[in-house]
């Protein structure tokens, strides 16, 4: 399988604890893109890489999230002293500079208790 | 900002067609996209639109008017397997080249 694959698919956790999940996106796309997505709604955007380049950053919920790519390869979304509010399914996404059309993974389930 | 219009259910029966609507307002517009997206599912991509028109794409067409910030899906030959959530995104350049979805209509087909 050569699409887009995140890990864990679920992680539960306790409020206050930190949270790290990882995303290995197609393997020739330069972009990476990490969403947020509730029930009911649609995914919302956080940040984005561009190889190891974070390009945009001003989206993150809050400085308790921070997100790295160091090789331009695989990339990590980490949630320091989680909360219940950051119970949310988070996506990941790869692209080509040159296409628009993204290609989603399957997601990390987070729960928060 | 940016605001982006769908509604939130639809159904529709199971042989019939059924049109998606999606209005949105924007800056530094460069394009439309259609999502899928089963229930616990990633979305998958469905169609991308930047110029005035319509796209078909086997039983999925897609139309957009630029001046009037407006797009819709059309699904014919309506399956039960087309039952899922179609979300509405725009891409636009003036924000970070980033998507912005729609909250998604939840389409439901009937026998």
């Known amino acids: 399988d050569t699409g887009v694959s995140q890990d864990p698919r679920h992680k539960i956790t306790k409020r206050g604890q930190n949270v790290t999940f990882r995303c290995d996106p197609i393997s020739e796309h330069n972009r990476l893109y990490w969403y947020r997505q509730t029930l009911g709604q649609g995914p919302e955007f956080l940040t984005y890489?561009?190889?190891?380049?974070?390009?945009?950053k001003s989206r993150l919920l809050s400085d308790r999230f921070s997100a790295e790519r160091p090789k331009g390869s695989f990339s990590t979304l980490e949630i320091q002293r989680t909360e219940q509010g950051d119970s949310a399914m988070y996506l990941c996404?790869?692209?080509?500079?040159?296409?628009?059309?993204?290609?989603f993974g399957p997601g990390t389930r987070l729960t928060v208790l | 900002g940016q605001n982006i219009d769908q509604p939130t259910e639809m159904t529709a029966t199971e042989g019939a067609i059924v049109q998606i609507n999606c209005t949105y307002q924007?800056?530094?517009?460069?394009?439309l996209f259609w999502y899928q997206q089963h229930a616990g599912e990633a979305p998958t991509f469905l169609s991308y639109n930047v110029l005035d028109g319509l796209e078909e794409k086997g039983r999925f067409s897609s139309f957009l008017s630029r001046s009037k910030g407006y797009s819709y899906l059309l699904l014919k030959e309506l399956q039960m397997k087309d039952s899922a959530s179609y979300l509405c995104?725009?891409?636009?350049?003036?924000?970070?080249?980033?998507?912005?979805f729609g909250g998604g209509t939840r389409l439901m087909v009937k026998p």
């Open positions: 996404a790869s692209s080509l500079v040159e296409r628009l059309e993204q290609f």
């Open positions: 995104a725009v891409w636009n350049n003036n924000a970070g080249n980033m998507l912005t």
């Open positions: 924007t800056s530094g517009f460069n394009g």
């Open positions: 890489f561009q190889n190891e380049a974070q390009l945009e």
